[in-house]
DNA sequence: GAGCAAGCGGACCTCCATGTCTAGATTAAT
DNA sequence: ATTAATCTAGACATGGAGGTCCGCTTGCTC
């Protein structure tokens, strides 16, 4: 198969926060971010409820309700939302589980190790307010047309 | 769950390589490979098959057969064996599939992208001679005693 | 307070990575 | 030539990630 560094799940998280961080106030609808993230939205309720137990977001009940973020999105980072879906660890005792008491890793898993470091370290230094807009054309989400759709989207609802 | 850098049979490919890298010279049989590296002896037997339809090992058969390396330890990078098993591809092109033909990534995607580059360029510099006894002492895969288990295993059959 | 929009939660389905099993092909040794 | 060891190849089993569905609960709005 194909090597991805993060989850199916985990991208839908990600996209979905970062949504969430481009509107700045407010709520959006599950079915509303399904439509943006292009995320199958029964799904993305089950990622969001995810999302909500690490309290990264909160959801409100009925008429008018949805999703927002809990924290300024400067707030939260790539690793936040990455350890609220499946979390990265460290490779702390060997895997063929043999006595390494000592704590030192075989080669291997000792470059593995550095390499998840290497990874920590650069997604716990990003944001979702980095996500938003770092050119200055504005496109959270590939989209060229983000801005103007999630637009649409509020002024389609009222 | 939880994120994994490698997939589980990556790991065994790597630890199969490591096993072979070290025996520099002579053919390991699967079984004893197996032994060695911990992993179940019949799914090894299909990841070596793996590896040696990308040209990183060639086996024998018949009494006394097994495998080898195709070439030295220096010769063979940790993302030849990743991408036996399975490749890491780069990010090129919006995994939304929005229209993105200027080549741009959005800030997540750049940022994914860009660790993904990180880890091939990580990769691509570790060869399996970095691997075994890069310590004074020699361990290649987490283990003190794979100097005389691996000692051990051939006069068992000798 | 009735009705409806939306989140919540659980049961269920599907596919693929991982792992098992078995039969066949090849080679060395006797 | 026969036998035993070993790789090769495919069919089959299993568990968990990804995905669907439906009924329940909450809380607007009229």
């Known amino acids: 198969m194909e090597v991805r560094l993060l989850s199916q799940t985990t991208e839908y998280a990600l996209r979905a926060t970062i949504c969430l961080a481009y ?4 709520l959006v609808s599950t079915s509303d971010l399904a439509t943006m993230t292009k995320v199958p939205m029964n799904y993305l309720a089950k990622v969001l409820q995810l999302l909500a137990r690490s309290n990264i977001v909160t959801g409100r009940r009925g008429v008018g309700g949805g999703y ?3 924290r300024a999105a400067e707030e939260i980072s790539m690793l936040d939302v990455i350890n609220a879906i499946d979390p990265i660890h460290r490779i702390k005792t060997c895997p063929l589980g043999l006595d390494n008491h000592s704590g030192t890793l075989c080669p291997l898993h000792r470059k593995l190790d550095e390499s998840i470091e290497m990874l920590i370290n650069q997604f716990s230094g990003i944001t979702m307010a980095d996500m938003i807009g770092e050119l200055g054309d504005i496109r959270p989400l590939c989209d060229e ?6 637009e649409l989207t509020m002024s389609g609802k009222k």
């Open 23 to 26: 509107r700045q106030e407010g």
């Open 68 to 70: 927002k973020l809990t």
């Open 145 to 150: 047309d983000m801005t103007t759709q999630v």
